[in-house]
């Protein structure tokens, strides 16, 4: 919150450099992105460009989730589909899949699912789309690749979310893109 950046009063000089400016320029530099307040279900009616932007999400300061909890989240999803983006060299550069979650919710306005059972991570998270039908997104970071599974409802035949997945593979490279 915009409260917890009082504390780094050490980052912005008062009068010249203010807490909006620097909320500002971590933002265009994809370091975190403004989210819905899951306590004020009133948000969620106003457009993502209206919303007041009191709460943002920064990944890259969440703790890193084990490979053996990771596999658990793997083995228990029920998948449309799973898109591996690969990179041939090897690990790639620290942060992009930081800057990759924030472009998903700050440009492409997905919504991180954000309740009390499951935990914001580095290198785990669940993103909801409010599509019809509706889709969550599991993004899961390895050392040479993204792993996106999107997994559906269970009622609802696969047939229903073909449209969908393009649209969601094209999300996700342009978010890698701009990462």
């Known amino acids: 919150s915009k409260a917890f950046l009082e504390r780094f009063e050490s ?22 992105a403004p989210v819905t307040n899951p306590s004020s279900p009133e948000d969620d009616s106003a457009p993502i460009e209206g ?12 703790q890193v989730l084990s490979e053996a909890e990771l596999g658990s989240y793997r083995n228990r999803s029920l998948d449309v589909a799973v898109l591996l983006v690969r990179f041939p060299r090897g690990s790639r550069r620290a942060g992009v899949f930081c800057c990759f979650v924030v472009h998903l919710v700050r440009h492409c306005g997905w919504d991180l699912i954000l309740d009390t059972e499951e935990k914001l991570y580095r290198s785990f998270l669940k993103m909801r789309l409010l599509t019809s039908p509706p889709l969550s997104v599991v993004l899961i970071d390895s050392n040479t690749y993204i792993e996106v599974r999107v997994n ?3 009622s609802i035949p696969v047939e229903e979310y073909a449209g969908l997945l393009p649209v969601v593979k094209n999300a996700i490279l342009s978010g890698i893109f701009a990462a």
Request: aromatic content about 10%.
């Open 11 to 32: 980052h912005y000089v008062p009068g010249i450099f203010s807490i909006d400016d620097l909320c500002e320029l971590l933002k265009k530099h994809l370091v975190f």
């Open 152 to 154: 559906a409802m269970a």
């Open 51 to 62: 919303r007041v932007e009191t709460h943002f999400v920064m990944p890259s300061l969440q």
